[in-house]
């Protein structure tokens, strides 16, 4: 008799077959393309927007600092689930 582990991951390899697969070499390559593509994207972000900060800092406006602090988490967080998408497209793929 099976235990309900077993079954639940039965209808899990069943339902996304390509999930079990291994990567080709040619996919973990397109997979660290977009991992060296959205590092560069969030780093270029950051960079933008930490010189915002600092005019906010030296200009003296609180406001302004917490508004570009929320903006870089939240660049960062959109960046992140993108490059999350493109991957989990690649693995996908046939």
């Given amino acids: 008799m099976k235990s309900a582990y077993e079954l639940a991951m039965e209808r899990l390899a069943a339902a996304d077959p390509a999930a079990g697969r291994p990567l080709t070499a040619e996919k973990k390559g397109r997979l660290a ?23 906010a800092i030296t200009a003296g406006k609180p406001d302004d600092m917490e508004k570009i602090r929320v903006q870089m988490a939240g660049e960062r967080q959109r960046l992140e689930g993108e490059r999350e998408e493109e991957k989990e497209r690649i693995r996908r793929e046939r």
Avoid: C, H, P, T
């Fill in 33 to 55: 393309e977009v991992d060296k593509v959205y590092k560069g994207r969030i780093a270029e972000r950051e960079i933008f927007l930490r010189q915002r900060l600092e005019e």
